[in-house]
């Protein structure tokens, strides 16, 4: 599992979705911006989180738990279910 680097702020977080809610672009391949980190914070349910690769990875996220999406690395999230999420978006203090 990725670590978040230390010394990020958090500048900026979505609602929370569930699954109906979630919109597609969310379950669609995207990415973040150059130094810009995401916390997949679940809060019910599971959710996958899924590089395509190659190879393809996924990672099952379980209510209490969070993933970590890197800078600039394309993804997208699976349903697994009912659910509860948001995306918190960080990055370094500008110098």
Known sequence: MTRL???LHKHGETRTFDETSVP???L???DTKPGVWGRLVVEQG???YIVPGPPETCE???AGEFGVIEP???HRVGLCGPVRFRVEFLSM???
């Open 24 to 26: 597609a672009k969310l």
């Open 5 to 7: 680097p230390e010394g």
């Open 28 to 30: 669609d391949l995207h």
């Open 72 to 74: 600039t690395v394309v």
């Open 60 to 62: 099952r996220i379980s």
């Open 93 to 95: 203090p500008q110098a």
């Open 46 to 48: 599971a959710l996958d």
